[in-house]
């Protein structure tokens, strides 16, 4: 079954195609995407790379996790499965509500 890797703390400079050549080291890469701001189409720093096999991604987390690219410290661990729903919400109410009488106004 094919791992499905978080890679953070990525340079803004860094595209797909770079995220894909730094994991083709290590063995197959099915996809490679760094994500963008919708609004800006600006790298957020962060991207997910899919290798189809579990040694090859392993090797790939043991390698590059902690490892200085570019000045910066990269975080590389299995993802999370994605949750269904897409982002946070919050929730709950946070109103006031009525707060009661207050004093001898009659």
Avoid: C, W
């Amino acid at each position: 079954m094919a791992k499905r890797l978080y890679v953070g703390n990525l340079k803004y400079s860094v595209t797909s195609e770079h995220l894909q050549e730094m994991f083709e080291q290590f063995g197959a890469v099915s996809s490679a995407q760094v994500l963008g701001d919708r609004e800006t189409g600006r790298s957020r720093g962060f991207g997910f790379v899919e290798m189809p096999n579990d040694d090859e991604a392993q090797a790939a987390i043991d390698t590059l996790d902690g490892q200085d690219i570019d000045g910066r410290r990269l975080t590389v661990n299995e993802a999370r499965p994605r949750t269904p729903g897409g982002g946070g919400g919050g929730g709950g109410y946070r109103g006031g509500g009525y707060r009661g009488g207050g004093g001898d106004d009659y």
